[in-house]
């Protein structure tokens, strides 16, 4: 039963409730930057956001990071509707030299680590000094693959979130505070 002060939204045809709210967001991603900033004193990372679902965090990160960093984006493909495909495809890759680069990986969220199996071996392959991962949001009940997550904004249970970047069939990724789907 919803309380009169639950904050609802409805996306096609799922009522999503309020679960993770902007200003803990925010402090999450303060936290994730302050663990950076004291790791990468005198280097240079090339930060390397996952799109879609990143953007929002890549861009409040970089806000928090006091140091010098580059940038570049790539796009992976898992999701399709609540649920991964588990097959992701890279969309578009990096297009420029990270031989010898210290290398972050910026996800919205670890989930199955499907994406970042994908990911990971392609970039390994090209040399980097380092490869981190920094992820918003990690789900390690439904973590599948055998991968490295670094930075962890928050860890949360297995269900389907939408906002902050976060979508459900293309909506939902505008929304300030982070919502979690309502069972039906």
């Known amino acids: ?80 509707g609540t649920s991964s495909n588990g097959s992701p495809n890279m969309l578009i890759g990096l297009n420029q030299n990270i031989e010898g680069r210290h290398i972050i990986i910026i996800e919205d969220i670890v989930d199955t680590g499907n994406t970042l199996a994908r990911i990971l071996p392609e970039l390994r392959a090209q040399n980097p000094a380092s490869i981190k991962v920094a992820t918003l949001l990690f789900k390690p009940l439904a973590l599948k693959a055998d991968v490295p997550v670094d930075y962890i904004g928050m860890e949360i249970p297995n269900d389907f979130i939408v906002g902050y970047g976060l979508d459900y069939d293309g909506l939902g990724r505008n929304l300030r505070d982070v919502y979690q789907v309502v069972p039906e």
């Open 1 to 80: 039963m919803n309380t009169p002060m639950e904050k609802l939204v409805k996306l096609h045809d799922k009522s999503f409730r309020l679960y993770k709210s902007e200003s803990e967001i925010l402090s999450a991603v303060r936290n994730v930057a302050g663990q950076i900033n004291d790791d990468y004193i005198g280097k240079r990372p090339l930060l390397v956001p996952v799109l879609n679902g990143s953007f929002l965090f890549a861009a409040d990160l970089l806000k928090e990071l006091k140091l010098d960093c580059e940038l570049s984006f790539i796009k992976v493909v898992s999701y399709h």
